[in-house]
């Protein structure tokens, strides 16, 4: 509750006192600055702050309060979104496209309007560019409170809506569905791609070299695992608290589980979309997965898949009567 007062406190003042309310306001009429007063708004309280400069030599004020800086980290206005953010750009601000408040004196639209470019970025001065930057940060943000559109979208999760939906279910089928296809995502990221194969099994590379004659997989069976969400129930006796992961885990070995946060079904996805993860990528919430499969790595198996064309598969059986197979897949 204190952070929350906090936040409330500084939406509303941003630490400024009357004196230095009354010189912003005195300055944006003498300057014509008005998109600097914009930043006061409400939805702009995730924006960065202004360094002082020859265009703004106001500062907005840096916040030490712990939830302004979280808040900051997800600022919308940095989600590119080429189609809205086009006809932001161009277009005038219609009022049936945004919600009406009948109790306001003025028409944020009307002052965003009055100040709209329609020349290109390129085309500007050094100046008007970080002008214009600070602009389009403010009406995105802006229709991302108020206009009559999906907000999801500006969200930089595209499957944060499967995600969310996923928390609240009890629907087995849902879960055993999302099962099968974060088992496909893991083989994806370990190379393998044949659908056929990954049907009711996870499958990790046999061997970490590069082989540029064949490749090699160790496959465990889909029904070996259980797909739940985390339960956190012990922390409502204190606050409103809701579950944010699933819990993917081997149903006998269940020390070899892994933990899906919203950044790594994220990622997921994209891989099994196709997506082919850099350096960068494979830090962070990845390193989850990488331990998950070194876990997985030390269960014993007998039988190993492997494939030269990624069209013929064979599997080489070590069988109870100790003897080993060779058969086509």
């Known amino acids: 509750m204190r952070d929350l007062r906090s936040m409330i406190a500084f939406m509303l003042t941003r630490d400024y006192s009357c004196e230095q309310v009354k010189k912003l306001i005195e300055y944006v009429a003498t300057e014509g600055l008005e998109e600097y007063y914009w930043q006061y708004y409400y939805f702009n309280i995730t924006a960065s702050n ?7 030599p106001f500062p907005t004020l840096e ?8 808040l900051r980290e997800t600022d919308i206005a940095r989600v590119a979104l080429p189609s809205f ?3 932001i750009y161009f277009r005038n601000k219609r009022p049936e496209d945004y919600l009406i ?3 306001r004196n003025q028409s944020l639209l009307d002052s965003f309007n009055q100040y709209a470019s329609q020349m290109p970025g390129w085309e500007h001065e050094k100046k008007m560019k970080q002008i214009i930057e600070i602009r389009h940060h403010c009406y995105i943000r802006h229709q991302y409170f108020e206009s009559q559109f999906d907000y999801q979208r500006r969200l930089p999760y595209r499957h944060i809506t499967n995600f969310a939906d996923l928390m609240k279910t009890n629907d087995y089928s849902k879960l055993n569905e999302t099962k099968e296809a974060l088992a496909e995502a893991i083989s994806n990221s370990e190379g393998c791609f044949n659908k056929e194969i990954q049907k009711h099994h996870l499958l990790l590379a046999g061997s970490h070299t590069k ?5 090699s ?6 029904s070996d695992f259980e797909l739940f969400v985390n339960n956190t129930s012990h922390l409502t006796q204190y606050i409103e608290y809701e579950s944010d992961s699933l819990i993917f885990r081997h149903k006998t070995d269940q020390h070899i589980q892994l933990t899906v946060s919203l950044d790594l ?3 997921l996805k994209f891989i099994q979309e196709g997506f082919n993860p850099s350096v960068n990528d494979l830090r962070g919430r990845f390193i989850e997965l990488q331990i998950f499969k070194n876990l997985m790595e030390s269960k014993t198996y007998n039988e190993i898949i492997v494939t030269k ?21």
Do not use: G
């Open 309 to 329: 064309n990624e069209r013929q598969y064979y599997v080489i059986r070590f069988t109870d009567d100790k003897v080993i197979q060779i058969q086509p897949l």
């Open 265 to 267: 079904y994220e990622m």
């Open 85 to 87: 953010d086009r006809d």
């Open 211 to 215: 082989d540029p004659n064949s490749k």
């Open 63 to 70: 916040s030490n309060d712990r939830l302004i800086r979280l």
């Open 50 to 56: 202004i360094t002082p400069n020859a265009y703004f």
């Open 101 to 103: 408040f009948t109790d």
């Open 217 to 222: 997989y160790k496959r465990f069976p889909l």
